[in-house]
Antibody, heavy 120, light 110 residues
């Protein structure tokens, strides 16, 4: 069974940092682009970042460029999102989602999400 | 402001049909496959339609997708109370080099 399990969310002060992790199982992890998508409370979906199969092509939303870093460890079937200089606008549920063999394809499986709250 | 434009809400009686539009541009919908996602209250999004009009296994044929130029449409026939959810369109934007979503459409079964 395919699974994506996010972890690492929590409460952090403005200006702080946090590292999210996503553990994948049930599929050949290194064959797929993996995405981070977030959803602020009561709001819609926002694409945050994506990384291709071998980590050579990386994409970021303008809202997080220079502050967030996506990475993956194919030997461990893990995806990461290092977040720094966090602001209240970054408060959201963060989902990792499995894409296609290329990052411009749809997201066919989503994790349950991890909540990040930025507040003083 | 979302890159893709969807109506905020649509509604219909049980058994009826609804359509949800998704408007984009030449840099996104016109050049890339469109997907549709269903998000039931309190849950993660779930893929409903991929590659414009394909349904993953387990998705009933009451759900359909189509695309023409810079717009896409999701159709739901035989509306059921269990279809009450938020629906999002999504695709890739070649100019932004990023995934983009619509603002979401809330479907209400009257």
């Amino acid at each position: 069974e395919m699974q994506l399990v996010e972890s690492g969310g929590g409460l952090v002060q403005p200006g702080g940092s946090l590292r999210l992790s996503c553990s994948a199982s049930g599929f050949t992890f290194n064959n797929y682009c993996i995405h981070w998508v977030r959803q602020a409370p009561g709001k819609g979906l926002e694409s945050v970042s994506a990384i291709n199969t071998i980590g050579t092509n990386i994409y970021y939303a303008d809202s997080v460029k220079g502050r967030f870093t996506i990475s993956r460890d194919n030997s461990k079937n893990m995806l990461y999102l290092q977040m720094s200089s966090l602001s209240v606008e970054d408060t959201a549920v963060y989902y990792c989602a499995k894409g296609g063999p290329y990052c411009n394809r749809g997201l066919d499986y989503w994790g349950q999400g991890t909540l990040v709250t930025v507040s003083s | 402001q979302s890159v893709l434009t969807q109506p905020p809400s649509v509604s219909a009686a049980p058994g009826q049909k609804v359509t949800i539009s998704c408007s984009g541009s030449n840099s996104n919908i016109a050049k890339n496959f469109v997907s549709w996602y269903q998000q039931l209250p309190g849950t993660a999004p779930k893929l409903l339609i991929y590659k414009d009009n394909e349904r993953p296994s387990g998705i009933p044929d009451r759900f359909s997708g189509s695309k023409s130029g810079t717009s896409a449409t999701l159709g739901i026939t035989g509306l059921q109370t269990g279809d009450e959810a938020d629906y999002y369109c999504g695709t890739w934007d070649n100019s932004l080099s990023a995934g983009v979503f619509g603002g979401g459409t809330q479907v209400t079964v009257l």
